[in-house]
């Protein structure tokens, strides 16, 4: 009976990571990184608080296109885009207030001047799936 019970619940705690493939596109230069912020809820995005953060060299770049990969569990996430000019992992502000760097959502893009809500960029991702997310980068100075 033992055996048929953890035969039974394997499959759940098996949960395998899915890939997430991310490409970004209107990259200005080659200078910094690219910073991805992995929220799961609004709470955390408003917090900016991400889940995960992950940083990529930009010495990939082809046209001002880059492609990055990575794994996460299924589940509902956001993904935030930095392009980290000058590789200190924040966005710049200039004395307005206004970005000085790229910036960018998961398949949204968004064009107002305050931060856009969770559920405008989140997705699923789901067991036994990749995933295949475009960013387009925003400047606006």
């Known amino acids: 009976m033992i055996k048929l019970i953890l035969f039974l619940l394997l499959p759940a705690l098996s949960i395998e990571a899915q890939t997430v493939e991310v490409t970004v596109t209107g990259l200005r230069s080659e200078k910094g990184q690219i910073a991805i912020g992995v929220f799961i809820d ?28 990575f794994s996460l569990e299924p589940g509902v996430y956001g993904l935030s885009l930095l392009d980290d000019e000058n590789s ?48 387009k980068l925003r400047y606006i100075l």
């Open 88 to 135: 200190n992992r924040k966005m710049e502000y200039n004395f307005l207030g206004i970005p000085k760097e790229g910036f960018g959502f998961s398949d949204y893009y968004h064009t107002g001047l305050k931060k856009p809500s969770f559920d405008s960029f989140k997705f699923d991702l789901v067991g036994g799936q990749s995933k295949k997310i475009k960013i």
């Open 42 to 69: 609004e709470e955390s995005f408003r917090r900016e608080e991400a889940y995960l953060e992950i940083q990529f060299p930009k010495k990939d770049i082809r046209d001002g296109v880059m492609t990055v990969s």
